[in-house]
């Protein structure tokens, strides 16, 4: 399998601007999650995803920020309008659904934002 | 709630020493506990795991953790550190039955000095 796939791997925009970023998850797996990494934060989680359905999205910053999955095998994290302050790694990650949660989570290799 | 504190930001030390990196946690029911490493600009990668059973897990590139229930640590260690092994090094922790969501400790770096 060619493990978790993101896009783009390095974004660069200017505020105002829309941002979309991509996540094709490892077939077969339940869960999707959006993870966000900066210096100041660490990693923070946004949303998961359990069977195409959001779970939790208490980490969502604010309205700005949107995520779908429209099937199990795609999703989507946007941000618009974007602000300098988005500038992050954003990560997605999946896992299987385990007896009792013991599946660990596998991670793409990011996406940098960066939002002048 | 529950939560990981990885108490050193940094930790240093010389190529072929013993390392560790520590991670206690809080959770109020039973713990699933991670390890991953992180290499500059690439994702997190899984190292090893404690479930159930042996409190001593192995996991990859020669690491392994021990998982102590009375002092809620459950920190990583390796016999003998390599150059190679100098990443970032994050704890995550996992209520049993609590969907499949991780919360991760800060992060340590780990720097080993030839």
């Known amino acids: 399998d060619a493990g978790v796939i993101q896009s783009p791997r390095h974004e660069v925009t200017e505020m105002g601007q829309e941002v979309t970023l991509r996540c094709k998850p490892i077939s077969g797996h339940d869960y999707l999650f959006w993870y966000r990494q900066t210096m100041m934060r660490g990693l923070e989680l946004l949303i998961y995803?359990?069977?195409?359905?959001?779970?939790?999205d208490s980490g969502m910053p604010e309205d700005r920020f949107s995520a779908k999955m429209p099937n199990a095998s795609f999703s989507t994290l946007k941000i618009q309008p974007s602000e300098p302050r988005d500038s992050a790694v954003y990560f997605c990650a999946s896992s299987r659904a385990l007896a009792g949660g013991a599946g660990e989570l596998f991670f793409g290799e990011g996406s940098r934002l960066t939002v002048l | 709630a529950q939560s990981v504190a990885q108490p050193e930001d940094q930790v240093n030390v010389a190529e072929g020493n013993p390392l560790t990196v520590k991670c206690t946690y809080s959770v109020s029911g039973n713990p699933y506990l991670f390890w991953y490493v992180q290499y500059p600009n690439r994702g997190l990668q899984f190292l090893l795991k404690?479930?159930?059973?042996?409190?001593l897990v192995k996991g990859s590139y020669g690491f392994e953790a021990e998982f102590n229930k009375s002092q809620t640590s459950f920190h990583l260690k390796k016999p003998s550190a390599l150059v190679s092994d100098s990443a970032l090094y994050f704890c995550a922790v996992r209520i049993n039955n609590a969907g499949n969501m991780l919360t991760f400790g800060g992060g340590t770096r780990l720097m080993v000095k030839p």
């Open positions: 404690y479930i159930t059973g042996d409190n």
């Open positions: 995803f359990n069977n195409n359905v959001p779970i939790d």
